[in-house]
């Protein structure tokens, strides 16, 4: 099945510093690859997905790139503020039909 | 309703007691996932349902886990005999699948389970 490495497990920036993380899946039929944002105390919820049609995807100060061929795909966060601190997850599925695996999270902090 | 619903939202039981946490999902989400979320760590795959077809049940740690959802829809994880490192939160998310394309997975707020 499919498994998910993410690194760092902790980051700490200063507040407008840029923010990488980084990870890597083993099934090279996954074509799904959604990020989460949980914040303390709350469910994950979505914040960017690219889909492995697309090499990169941004979305305001929030990008996400995918190398299909070296099986990694990286969520850049520019310009950062004390708001986006939290744990970020990746993911990725398959297929249609099968689960949605996660990545073991990155604890983002970012001091003002 | 508005958004994936679970229930109850905190357990306290005795170990060795079962316990069944209840998830509501999304209106015409066809799939729906249970993760496990211990303090501090990720999110642990449980079982993945999905329309019709048989659930995935891959990620269950062992045999005193087990899943159901009903008519499609309400889905009930049980765990008999609670150890206390069955102590976490346990997460529910339904999407709506799209032919071959993944979906957002929308997230409940969790139950979190504590075994004493």
């Known amino acids: 099945g499919e498994n998910v490495e993410q690194h760092p497990s902790t980051l700490s920036v200063q507040e407008g510093d840029s923010a990488v993380i980084k990870c890597t899946y083993s099934?090279?039929?996954?074509?799904?690859f959604p990020w989460y944002k949980q914040e303390l105390g709350k469910r994950p919820q979505l914040i960017i997905d690219i889909r492995s049609n697309v090499g990169e995807k941004k979305d305001q100060r929030i990008a996400v790139t995918l190398n299909k061929t070296a099986k990694h795909f990286s969520l850049h966060i520019t310009e950062t503020q004390p708001e986006d601190s939290a744990v970020y997850f990746c993911?990725?599925?398959?297929?249609?039909?099968?689960?949605?695996?996660f990545g073991k999270g990155t604890t983002l902090s970012v001091s003002s | 309703g508005a958004g994936v619903s679970q229930s109850p939202s905190n357990k306290v039981t005795e170990k060795g007691k079962d316990v069944e946490l209840r998830c509501d999902p999304i209106s015409g989400h066809t799939a729906l996932y249970w993760y496990r979320q211990s303090l501090g760590q990720g999110l642990e795959f449980l079982i993945y349902f999905q329309g019709n077809s048989a659930p995935d049940k891959s990620g269950l740690p062992s045999d005193r886990f087990s899943a159901e959802r009903t008519g499609g829809s309400v889905s009930t994880l049980t765990i008999q005999r609670t150890q206390q490192e069955d102590s976490a939160v346990y997460l529910c998310a339904s999407s709506r699948e799209q032919g071959a394309r993944g979906t957002e997975a929308f997230f409940g707020q969790g139950t979190r389970l504590t075994v004493v």
């Open positions: 099934d090279s039929a996954s074509n799904y």
């Open positions: 993911a990725a599925t398959p297929r249609a039909g099968t689960a949605l695996i």
